[in-house]
């Protein structure tokens, strides 16, 4: 009975993600989700993109694979696009144009061979245009320096760069293409801006054109700009929230992400504690650990990212108080942050399952035995 159940639970962040195996399920089959969550305005072009380079270990690139597409589990979505569909998929692809409010939800890739079935679940929210700082792009400038302040996501969208041409604006209001501070460049995605000060924080939006077939469309990025002076400690970004939601059971891979700038990584210290005790001594069996020590660039700036992971998450985590720590020559920062338990996005259907197996094989049971009543009692009248 236990080989006929096999369950697979889901758990997203808008702002990170975590990654869940599901050992053989006896088939063979090796089963991975990795979660990610994308944001869209209303009546813009969105693309999904099926990752791929997180199955290293499934060799996906030297045997040939399947790759269909899903909604919420059930919905199969056509495969090559036209002028006449607003969603289809192209290679590892689905695209959007454009995107509407109804199409927020959970889309699945399964990638799937002969030795092999990999699901992908990407979350897609989209949110009118009235809301568009709910979803800014969070970056960072230094003080009496200049930088580049660069347009995130577009390059799905570039067709060439010689046409990419980008309007800027600040909280809401067209740049001065006369200003000599701010410099936006034909073919380059991001704005320049000369001796940075802290009156050039806030929020800041680029906005492209994208042709497809006979349609124009706009495509809307916003960017938070924060500036900090040049001599400074590490930023913890992420968690940017103080309570993350698990469900029991599940595996969570919780990130911590710290901008460095330009520092050299070397001199930065990143871990986690529980508690306010390192992780490897307040878990001493291992069923919480640190994972990999990851070096990042974004936007030419340096982060370092250390995520903590829990396999699985248990009851008592849910009253332990965690802790990011980030050090360097220039300062330290602590970010607490707590699991907390959500609702379980178990399927209701797949908890059915064993529900419904057992009434057939009672009810299977029963008719069985009615059967062999009904045959008793018609030879005993025969034999009469």
Request: net charge neutral; hydrophobic share 35%; glycine share 6%.
């Amino acid at each position: 009975m236990a080989g006929l159940l096999f369950i697979c639970t889901y758990i997203v962040d808008a702002s990170a993600f975590r990654i869940q195996r599901v050992e053989s399920t006896g088939n063979g089959k090796d089963h991975t989700t990795y979660f990610k969550h994308y944001f869209a305005l209303k009546g813009e072009p969105v693309i999904l993109k099926c990752p791929s380079s997180e199955y290293k270990h499934l060799d996906f690139p030297y045997h040939p694979c399947n790759l269909t597409w899903s909604k919420n589990d059930s919905k199969m979505m056509n495969q090559g696009g036209d002028e006449e569909r607003r969603i289809w998929a192209q290679g590892d692809a689905l695209w959007f144009l454009p995107a509407l409010l109804e199409d927020s939800g959970q889309y699945i890739c399964t990638r799937r061979n002969s030795s092999y079935c990999a699901d992908v679940s990407i979350h897609l929210t989209v949110i009118e245009k009235t809301a568009v700082h709910e979803i800014s792009y969070h970056q960072i400038l230094f003080t009496f320096t200049s930088g580049k302040l660069v347009c995130p996501d577009l390059g799905d969208f570039i067709q060439k760069e010689t046409d990419l041409e980008l309007k800027w604006y600040k909280d809401s209001v067209p740049l001065d293409e006369d200003n000599k501070k701010f410099k936006s460049l034909k073919g380059k995605n991001f704005l320049y801006i000369s001796s940075v000060s802290s009156k050039d924080s806030g929020y800041y939006t680029c906005e492209m054109s994208f042709l497809y077939g006979r349609t124009q469309y706009n495509i809307t990025r916003t960017i938070q700009l924060r500036t900090l002076e040049k001599r400074f400690g590490p930023v913890i970004v992420y968690p940017d929230q103080k309570t993350t939601l698990a469900a029991l059971g599940s595996k969570l891979i919780l990130p911590c992400k710290v901008f460095i700038g330009s520092s050299k990584h070397f001199h930065t210290f990143v871990t986690w504690l529980a508690n306010d005790t390192y992780i490897d001594i307040t878990y001493k069996q291992g069923r919480v650990t640190e994972g990999e020590y990851l070096e990042i660039v974004e936007n030419d700036e340096n982060y370092i990212e250390v995520p903590l992971i829990f396999d699985p998450v248990r009851e008592m985590d849910f009253y332990t108080d965690f802790k990011c720590e980030a050090q360097n020559n220039h300062g330290r920062q602590v970010l607490p942050t707590r699991v907390k338990q959500g609702a379980s996005s178990f399927p209701w259907h797949i908890a059915a399952i064993p529900v419904a197996l057992i009434c057939l094989i009672l009810g299977g049971l029963c008719m069985q035995k009615c059967w062999k009543r009904r045959a008793g009692k018609g030879y005993a009248i025969a034999k009469l």
